[in-house]
């Protein structure tokens, strides 16, 4: 038998007949569809029951209540506003909306890192375990005792029982140099102290007044805490009528505040207090200020006469005589009638406040530029006022017992502190970083030997940024307590990662300008991913340590626990409550007491953990008759804390004034200014940028590796160049290349760089994209306080 | 042999040839590829659906609704462990239950013998609260099961063989009238 | 709308411009909310997907007369009559308008990557995977099992949340109810809006606020003239913004 040609094809056809009436082409169609669409290889996020829970941020100093939307109770997926927080009312900014990406990001440490080759080079920081990095600090530390002055500590937060472990453990190790980061809060404090006699910074209400006056701050792009202050602007955008709150933004650049202000005065570079003095100027020459205040409560509002019969020139007649419209409009480049105008409508609107602290208020600032501010809301009878500037409220927190001091912390403390604050050229105080840069290259006035560096970046975010570079060069040791792995922690020797804020307890006691009381509670929601501690606990082990009365300042067994402790000062207090139902406006009962919704410490604790805060309103404002601590007993236009401090000089010396800044670098060789500027979707703290916020940058912002500067097209076309160029930016103190982003918002002359760029560390998201304004801002010191006040920088532009 | 009879045995052979090409294919269609397409995968542990209900448990208990209205599907660990704790009986599944995955706080491995891709959404609460649909209209009733049957997986698509597909969806929507727009079921 | 009957469900949002202060904080919600996948390098907006982008606006006037202002742009759920511009080109059915909710929504699991929908879209509110996603391996643990991550060679756009749409079905049919109640859905982006400028909810009906908002005298829509009807309604008292609208974007 032949199987011939014709019965193959028989056989074949059969088969495919067989085939056609079976299943098979049919389903394998249909599954290679599916297979076509399965895409294994994307992931296959893991599916569970979804809850969320309540904590809050701890990205800024904010403390915006936010909820954790978990799957499974592992694993979280998204971050947003808790509806209950009075703070952020349910909202939430895009640093707080990117918050996992910080929680899940690649630049998080994995292990305490030690270095074990040159500083700075990241191949050689090896891991060793918390054993070993504990016990190697704790040998540095005993070996140092003996002169305990030589450990400072950094910290880039400003209130919080965190950093309050800090400046506890130097006082109990017997170091003064306990230091902060610079911000607007400082210059704040400082001259509510010397015009009131409280060192405080303030409190604003913003919620509750009709008008607000800007010097500068840009409400709505991040200063303050910036939910607070975004949920405020809709509260101004949504009254009607006579109710209707009036913003009025005092800025050199026309930034979207000035843009969403009802009116937006272009002021020259660095002349608010001049404007603000020239308002004053109208108000008091229409005798349009409130005279029961002034009266009543401030001193050397008029000419006077001291104690020893000398005549003294008061607010008054120095206004008169050398803040008229002319001289003003000459200064600061706004029309005189504009400057009548809004004296007339700012002293007329009641309640109306003022507010200074140039961009985000991350910055120093001028004490005089603060005072003359301050002066405007005394005029208008704005202080301790509901709709006006109070203090800053501090939650009742119970005190820990008091520090335990042995011979040699009692010695350490008596030094001079290394950024001089308190000595005799700087009586007036404060956390002076850029004095303690100075000074550590020249080992005066004794040597730093260990820097310790606390959710700061100093090595990124200060202006000048080669001062801190270069102090490190003489600091023996540098111990970074970090999440991630920033500039700093890079140049650090020892390295002791930090749970991320998802992570570990912290507390948060609500930012600049709260006026009422704000206590917020972030709380472990995920398991630390990595070998992170708790920097409380690393200082509570450390102690235990060193022992002796170190080891006795720091009783508690976890940080937990000493955190808890302070809880017991809300619990006690008479008034407050914790945040558990949406819509609250605490602002609309100021000074009101609050029924407790908790009966004890431990229930209050509890409930804490499960709705995030608690608030108080019933603290808000002093009594007028009461509320002034300096020698006069009342408010002071004309400040004689000052004098009392030794500082000596005219009577404009004591008086809110307007003075020139002495900027760096001559006009002819440097012929525009240079000035930084802050936006929400560029974060300028601690942390940087993670690509969900990188991404939403504006291809005129950042393009490749390249940033932008902001220049006017009049500017542009002076100097021949057009969009998109490549220049490079120089001043007095280096250089940077960028690309140029013509825009009217820009003044002409002015050059605008946004800060929060540049960065060599973190991940590859960021790392090398665009330009670090501080490496070529400089630094402008006043000599009274010693603050740096940093709003602009001489530069010259040449084609990159 | 004349060639007129070889054309015509060659004929008869070649229609041979064409039913035994016809009847292999048939049977490949039908018996050996729906064996060769899906791969026999045993669960990682034997849930004995009998006993659990001989001891007065409702299926509810474990296959719910959570109070958001999800439906919990296989539930976790930690839901056996509410009674597993410690072994309550000599089983050998219960044993390895406690010690590999109760102890250490493990999720059991389940494979489903339904689980949809991605890109779907299927919400049980519509079906089974608002249309009061039988679970065993789509599932098969486990109740009186003492061993759980292997999962057959497609080795092309990877997803079990009970899946249900999209034209069945589609054609219960439409026959019960209910809408049947994209995003009732996608994701 | 006139199309479409009323009394039904059509979902829209209303964004009012004179509250929005530019601070992204809602085009960063929608990437977290909706598993949105991100590259080394994002700045040829081109190829950069982001289902909901923020404009930048101003009004060409010199210093110190110069304002700026931002326009948040999610898709804009068409509703012009029969089909939306997108869905009308589809060959495959990959996108559809839901009519009984208005929603315009993408099955990428369909989309064969023709882009004809993308030339279709006036708003340039559809985008194109040209790579697969990829996340660094951490952060895989941060995507949501409610959104579906997309491939190479998909088109993807805003879906406005729908399946925070079936989430809150879900638990009304847990309660009972096949109604939703106002704000029971709500898209990531007006949930993390800090100022509260946008406003989302059922435009046919006449006592929810977003259907109070659309009516106001100083609501516009984008390119209006192109009959697009779009759901996505803008608010701005000032007019060199209105008058943006009608610019191409």
Known sequence: MKVDRRAFVKLIAGGIGGTLLSPLPWKLADDSAIWSQNWSWRPSPERGEATMVNTVCQLCPGGCGIRVRLINGKRAVRLDGNPNNPLNQGGICPLGATGLQYHYGISRIESPLKQKGTRGEVKTLEPITWDEAVALLAAKLKSLRAQPQGLVCLSGKQNGTVSEFFSRFLEAYGSPNYLTMPAAAQAESLGVFLSQGVRTPLSYDFENARMILSFGADLIEGWGAPCRMMSAFRLWRSKSGSQKTRLVQIETRGSLTASQADEWLAVAPGTEAALALGLAHVIVREKIYDRAFVDNYTHGFDDWTDSQGRRHQGFKSMLLEEYTPARVAEITGVQQEKIVELARNFALTKPALAVSGRGQGKMDGSLYEFLAVLSLNALVGSVHRPGGVSWAVTPPLAPWPKVVQDSTSRNGLRSERLDGSGGPDLPLGGHLLYNFLENVPKGKPYPTKMLWVYEANPAHDLADVNLFVKALEKIDTVVSFSSFMDETTVMADLILPAPTFLERFEDVSGDRGLQYAYFGLSRPVLQPRFECRHPGDVLIKLAKMLGGSVAASFPWDNYEEALQARIQGLAAAPSGRVADEPGLQPWSHLGERLAPNYGSADELWEMLQEHGCWYDTSQSMPSLSSAFKTPSGKFEFYCQALKEAGVTGSDSTYLPHYQPADLPGGKEEYPYLLMPYEVMIIENGPLANQPFMTKMLFDFELKGRDSFVEINPKTAKEVGLREGDRVELTTAIGSVKVRLHLTESARPGVIFIPLGLGHSAFDRYIRGKGANANEVLAVLQEPLTGLASWWGTPVKISRA | ?187 | MSEHKTGGVRYGMVIDLDKCTGCMACAVACQQENNISFREDESNKLRSITWLRVFYLDNGKPYPEHRQAYLPRPCQHCDSPHDSPCTIVCPVNATKRDEANGLVNQIPVRCIGCRYCMAACPYHARYFNWWDPKWPKPMEQMLTPDVSPRMRGVVEKCTMCVHRLQRAKDKAFMEGRRELEEGEYVPACVEACPTKAMTFGNLHDPHSEVAKLAKSPHAFRLLAKLGTHPKIIYLSKQDWIRKQADNFI
């Not at chain 2, 439906?71 to 660990?77: A, F, L, R, S």
């Open chain 2, 1 to 187: 042999m004349s060639g007129e009879h070889t054309q015509r045995e060659s004929g008869a052979l070649g229609w041979t040839l064409f039913v035994v090409g016809f009847v292999g294919a048939l049977f490949v269609g039908w018996v050996v590829f729906p064996k060769l397409l899906y791969s026999t995968q045993q669960q990682p542990l034997n849930f004995n659906h009998a006993v659990h209900m001989e001891n007065d448990m409702a299926c509810e208990d474990c296959h719910g609704f959570r109070e958001d209205g999800s439906y919990v599907g296989i539930p976790q660990v930690e839901k056996c462990a509410e009674c597993h704790e410690e072994p309550m009986t000599e089983s050998e599944a219960e044993a390895k239950l406690v010690t590999e995955f109760v102890e250490p706080g493990k999720e059991i491995p389940w494979l489903s013998y339904t689980r949809q891709p991605d890109n779907v959404f299927f919400s049980h609460a519509a079906h089974v609260l608002m249309a009061e649909m039988e679970c065993t209209s789509c599932h098969r009733d486990a109740s009186q099961e003492e061993e759980t049957p292997p999962v057959q997986v497609n080795r092309l698509t990877g997803y079990p063989k009970g899946i249900m597909k999209m034209y069945k969806c589609e054609d219960c929507h439409a026959r019960a009238s209910v809408h049947n727009g994209c995003d009732v079921c996608h994701k």
